[in-house]
């Protein structure tokens, strides 16, 4: 692990800035994590990550290499400049203590992606109510083409891959080691990341 390298212990979230100009790698250093990421403008909270508005303009779910992630307002926040895995999710919300009570009723119940992303952006003005669908980075999640049913199978990212992210505003970003057992290939691992300045 390189100097510039910072932990997201497993099943735990943070937040920080990232200025414009900026990039973002976030790394599976084991394989199979997932980390959610969701984006803020620094300067106006209330402008926001948006999966309606990037998927429209994407006109695919499959998000990877050169394309941009906008905000509520239609405003790019983050290019994907580069990606080893191609296979994200940006369909499902953080998974939340709910999310355990529905799908795994026999396991001890976690707070998970939402709790965590709530603590840390809570001192930057950001209430759970302002957490949407996540940029759910290495998430595996195909649909059914004919049917639309969904499903969440273990992340095919291997040990060391990586998705860079640029910022295009000045931004709050808030990460995730999921702790959701389907989403993860049934153990939790820590999440990587670094930011290079731009
Ligand atoms: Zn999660």
């Given at each position: 692990m390189t100097p510039d390298v910072t932990v997201i212990p497993e099943r735990s979230g943070t937040a920080f800035r990232l200025s414009k100009g900026a990039a973002l790698t976030v790394i599976d250093p084991n394989g199979?994590?997932?980390?959610?990421?969701?984006a803020y403008n620094a300067d106006?909270?209330?402008?926001?990550i948006s999966s309606g508005r990037?998927?429209?303009?994407?006109?695919?779910?499959?998000?990877?290499?050169?394309?941009?992630?906008?905000?509520?307002?239609?405003?790019?926040?983050?290019?994907?400049?580069?990606?080893?895995?191609?296979?994200?999710?940006?369909?499902?919300?953080p998974c939340s203590i709910d999310t355990f009570l529905h799908f795994y009723p026999d396991l001890p119940p976690h707070r998970g992606c939402?709790?965590?992303?709530?603590?840390a952006l809570e001192p930057y003005g950001i209430g759970?109510?302002?957490i949407p669908v996540a940029f759910n980075c290495f998430m595996n999640?195909?649909?059914?083409?004919?049917?639309?049913?969904?499903r969440v199978l273990p992340p095919t990212s291997k040990a060391g891959d990586t998705i860079t992210l640029r910022a295009e505003m000045d931004l709050i970003i808030g990460l995730t080691a999921c702790s959701a057992p389907d989403s993860n290939g049934g153990s939790f691992k820590p999440i990587h990341y670094k930011i290079d300045a731009g």
């Open positions: 199979e994590q997932v980390a959610d990421l969701l106006d909270v209330g402008e926001v990037t998927l429209d303009y994407a006109e695919t779910i499959r998000l990877t290499t050169g394309d941009k992630l906008y905000s509520n307002r239609s405003r790019p926040m983050l290019t994907i400049v580069a990606d080893d895995v191609g296979r994200h999710d940006f369909l499902l919300t939402f709790g965590n992303l709530a603590e759970p109510d302002q999640v195909p649909v059914d083409g004919e049917t639309g049913k969904l």
